[in-house]
């Protein structure tokens, strides 16, 4: 019996090989590029799973390898740049998966936000950008505000986000994004201030469990570069029922009604307000934070959930362990990947801290604004969320990410064309 996972996140496919071992399946990793998984890769016996490169884009190709494996019972996609592709395979085959249409949704932020406005479930709708020359800016004024965000309806990893704050700054976002490639199209959306946090849910048959909040520690404004990340964030017992409500209100709203969820939230003064929902567990450290600190293998309810059965982490208790935190290890400047100092001192540090990378040497790193950029992530533990916080920035400021500028453009000896 095998389950099928479609690409993977950058950590956790140890916990996932584990936990379809733990239930008697056979795992099968789908990549067009191994080497993205070499950490995982390398710290799992050589059997462990199978491993097949093939273009995970073509869902022609993917749905044939597929139909030919033996005893497949269930398909994995936990990326949301293979979210829809994953929905189209699970229908194609037949096989345990959510609504694609709930899916879809969340791949449309834009559309997220008037759903849940319809809901009463936000205070501002989202304005797609369209037209040309004072149009757009004047409709986007009427419409959302300021302060606004506006950014890519299908975006990932903070990219394509800018704050506007006045006119001027409005008029300027536009043009910048004019010159983007975006994953899906251009809106507007009411800025919302207050600390932004991560629920991490499951829900089954629609309901949703809250197995904990991360907190998300941000850059200054006006970017939202991800930086330092803690789980769980400790909650008076009536908020955070107040949260899991809230929680299964929004996922119903948009149809999600199993699998796990990772909604980010800012906490503002008027109550929660969504910044976006996606349907997976949580990227970077957090599946393996969870696995941690709820002192349960998370992983096990994907694939119960891939096969369609009631995964038990919906009314296990948890007996948990250490809280966790980590930080994101961003360069001082764009360049070259060259590597990391101050390892060696990780060893002698609070919080058992160590390094995750991400980035191999001679890796570009070209954008230093969102989550492009980190070359790696300093993970400790502490008894708290807060003194695990304390341990990771510790540890953090210990390490120095390196990059060496890039190499300017050879000379070619001929004049460009228009030069």
């Given at each position: 019996?095998?389950?099928?996972?479609?690409?993977?996140?950058?950590f956790?496919?140890g916990?996932?090989?584990r936990?379809?071992?733990?239930?008697?399946?056979?795992?099968?990793?789908l990549?067009?590029?191994?080497?993205?998984?070499?950490?995982?890769?390398?710290?799992?016996?050589?059997?462990?799973?199978?491993?097949?490169e093939?273009d995970t884009?073509?869902?022609?190709r993917?749905?044939?390898?597929l139909?030919?494996?033996?005893?497949?019972?269930?398909?994995?996609?936990?990326?949301?740049?293979?979210?829809?592709?994953?929905?189209?395979?699970t229908?194609?085959?037949?096989l345990?998966?959510?609504?694609?249409?709930?899916?879809?949704?969340?791949r449309?932020?834009?559309?997220?936000?008037?759903?849940?406005h319809?809901?009463?479930?936000?205070?501002?709708?989202?304005?797609?950008?369209?037209?040309?020359?004072?149009?757009?800016?004047?409709?986007?004024?009427?419409?959302?505000?300021l302060?606004?965000?506006?950014?890519?309806?299908?975006?990932?990893?903070?990219?394509?986000?800018?704050?506007?704050?006045?006119?001027?700054?409005l008029?300027?976002?536009?043009?910048?994004?004019?010159g983007?490639?975006?994953?899906?199209?251009?809106?507007?959306?009411?800025?919302?201030?207050?600390?932004?946090y991560?629920?991490?849910?499951?829900?089954?048959?629609?309901?949703?469990?809250?197995?904990?909040?991360?907190?998300?520690?941000?850059?200054?404004?006006?970017?939202?570069?991800?930086?330092?990340?803690?789980?769980?964030?400790?909650?008076?017992?009536?908020r955070?029922?107040?949260?899991?409500?809230?929680?299964?209100e929004v996922?119903?709203?948009?149809?999600?009604?199993?699998r796990?969820?990772?909604?980010?939230?800012?906490?503002?003064?008027?109550?929660?307000e969504?910044?976006?929902?996606?349907?997976?567990?949580?990227?970077?450290?957090?599946?393996?934070?969870?696995?941690?600190?709820?002192g349960?293998n998370?992983?096990?309810?994907?694939?119960?959930?891939?096969?369609?059965?009631?995964?038990?982490?919906?009314?296990?208790?948890?007996?948990?362990?250490?809280a966790?935190?980590?930080?994101?290890?961003?360069?001082?400047?764009p360049?070259?990947?060259?590597?990391?100092?101050?390892?060696?001192?990780?060893?002698?540090?609070?919080?058992s801290?160590?390094?995750?990378?991400?980035?191999?040497?001679?890796d570009?790193?070209e954008?230093?604004?969102?989550?492009?950029?980190?070359?790696?992530?300093?993970?400790?533990?502490?008894?708290?969320a807060?003194?695990?916080?304390?341990?990771?920035?510790?540890?953090?400021?210990?390490?120095?990410?390196?990059?060496?500028?890039?190499a300017?453009?050879?000379?070619?000896?001929?004049?460009?064309?228009?030069?």
């Open positions: 019996m095998s389950v099928v996972c479609l690409e993977s996140l950058t956790g496919l916990h996932l090989t936990a379809a071992d733990a239930l008697g399946e056979r795992l099968t990793l990549t067009r590029d191994p080497s993205f998984y070499t950490y995982e890769l390398e710290r799992l016996p050589k059997d462990a799973l199978d491993v097949v093939i884009f073509d869902i022609e993917v749905t044939g390898l139909r030919h494996t033996p005893g497949l019972r269930g398909l994995i996609s936990s990326t949301d740049t293979w979210t829809l592709v994953g929905a189209e395979l229908d194609r085959l037949g345990p998966g959510p609504e694609a249409a709930a899916l879809r949704l969340t449309d932020k834009a559309a997220v936000r008037n759903r849940l319809d809901a009463g479930l936000t205070r501002g709708r989202a304005a797609e950008v369209t037209g040309t020359g004072t149009e757009p800016r004047e409709s986007l004024l009427k419409e959302v505000g302060p606004a965000v506006v950014k890519d309806s299908a975006g990932t990893g903070s990219q394509n986000v800018w704050l506007v704050g006045d006119e001027p700054e008029v300027a976002a536009l043009d910048e994004a004019t983007r490639e975006l994953k899906g199209r251009l809106f507007a959306e009411p800025y919302f201030s207050g600390p932004v991560s629920a991490e849910t499951f829900t089954w048959s629609g309901r949703t469990r809250l197995l904990g909040v991360s907190s998300r520690l941000m850059s200054p404004e006006p970017y939202f570069r991800e930086e330092i990340t803690a789980f769980p964030v400790a909650f008076p017992q009536a955070r029922a107040m949260l899991e409500r809230w929680l299964g996922l119903a709203a948009i149809g999600y009604t199993d796990f969820a990772h909604v980010e939230f800012v906490l503002t003064t008027g109550g929660p969504v910044v976006e929902i996606n349907p997976r567990i949580g990227g970077a450290l957090v599946g393996e934070g969870m696995c941690r600190a709820l349960v998370v992983y096990e309810a994907m694939i119960e959930a891939a096969l369609g059965r009631r995964p038990r982490l919906m009314d296990a208790d948890l007996p948990g362990g250490p966790v935190a980590f930080v994101l290890g961003y360069p001082a400047a360049g070259v990947f060259t590597g990391v100092t101050g390892l060696d001192r990780l060893a002698d540090m609070p919080g801290p160590a390094w995750y990378p991400v980035k191999r040497v001679g570009p790193v954008h230093l604004t969102d989550s492009r950029g980190y070359a790696g992530i300093v993970y400790a533990e502490a008894e708290t807060e003194l695990a916080t304390h341990h990771a920035v510790a540890a953090s400021n210990a390490l120095t990410v390196l990059t060496e500028p890039f300017p453009p050879e000379a070619t000896g001929r004049e460009a064309s228009g030069g």
